[in-house]
């Protein structure tokens, strides 16, 4: 009924298409510039045909909207009939309806982008489904036919074990290992035995010279101390010496001196007998004066 209205007031003029503006450009340009397209995460490297027909596309198809080469004649009449100022209510309601068959026709741009995004949403969780499930059947498969091959190969390792021949290579080979681990025990053993005698002639060594070491420095020692005790010794003995010629030089002094002493009494005392004897030898004087 509004795309009628919409035919029916329309203003008598030819719809030009021009590839420059924006609104009049190709379907599926505007649609692959739309930032709800190219911001998908799901879309695909390659275009795919969608399988529901569009209503654009219907709607597009459709001969009625472009059938407007010449206007009908109640719309001439109506021309004809009206004046200047009844002339600018019909172009308003053209515009109006323009805008609203423009809205409607976002509306619908949109939901079905909506429902494009939901489909390949749905796709795209279908391909991971798919691809989940052929990842689980490959695993599925690699372990069967791993288990498979162990299976065949201990099968048939068994049945080589089973044979007498391989039993005696097993039996030869374990003899032989046996033998080589005895020898090479043996090896080692005579490896550390002799390592054993090298350390200990070593220690015996090592001991010998720190004991030759520690009696070197004991007789060192010990001589040291020898002639400490007779530097010692010979210091005492010089000064008992020193000492003993001391006291023989005081006692030679005391003795002098007491000679000395002796020779000057006897001198002390030959002057005294001297004068005694003198007084002796002296005539008696009379100090009696006469006392006839």
């Not at 949403?121 to 279908?126: C, G, I, R, S, V």
């Not at 990842?135 to 069967?144: N, Q």
């Not at 162990?150 to 097993?170: G, M, P, T």
């Amino acid at each position: 009924m509004q795309r009628d209205l919409s035919r029916s007031l329309s203003p008598p003029r030819r719809r030009r298409r021009s590839p420059s503006p924006e609104r009049y450009r190709g379907r599926r340009g505007r649609r692959d510039r739309s930032p709800s397209r190219s911001r998908s995460p799901y879309r695909p490297s390659y275009r795919r045909r969608s399988p529901f027909p569009s209503p654009r596309r219907r709607e597009s198809c459709s001969p009625s909207p472009r059938r407007r080469n010449s206007p009908p004649p109640s719309r001439k009449r109506y021309r004809r009939k009206s004046s200047p100022s009844v002339i600018s209510s019909p172009v308003t309601a053209s515009q109006s309806s323009h805008l609203g068959l423009e809205e409607n026709k976002n509306a619908i741009d949109t939901q079905r982008l909506q429902e494009e995004k939901k489909r390949w949403e749905l796709l795209f969780a279908l391909e991971c489904v798919t691809r989940r499930r052929k990842e689980v059947e490959l695993r599925l498969i690699e372990e069967d036919t791993a288990k498979r091959v162990e299976q065949a190969i201990r099968k048939k390792v068994e049945e080589s074990l089973n044979c007498d021949e391989i039993k005696r290579e097993i039996q030869r080979r374990i003899e032989e290992g046996r033998k080589r681990i005895h020898e090479e025990v043996a090896i080692q053993m005579e490896k550390e035995k002799e390592s054993a005698l090298n350390e200990a002639k070593l220690k015996v060594e090592r001991e010998k010279k720190e004991r030759n070491e520690l009696e070197k420095k004991l007789e060192e020692e010990r001589k040291k101390a020898e002639e400490a005790l007779r530097k010692e010794a010979m210091e005492q003995q010089q000064k008992e010496l020193e000492r003993y010629q001391e006291l023989e030089r005081l006692q030679k002094e005391r003795e002098e001196a007491m000679k000395r002493k002796k020779m000057e009494e006897e001198q002390q005392r030959q002057n005294q007998m001297k004068l005694l004897g003198k007084n002796k030898s002296r005539p008696k004087l009379s100090f009696a004066f006469g006392m006839k």
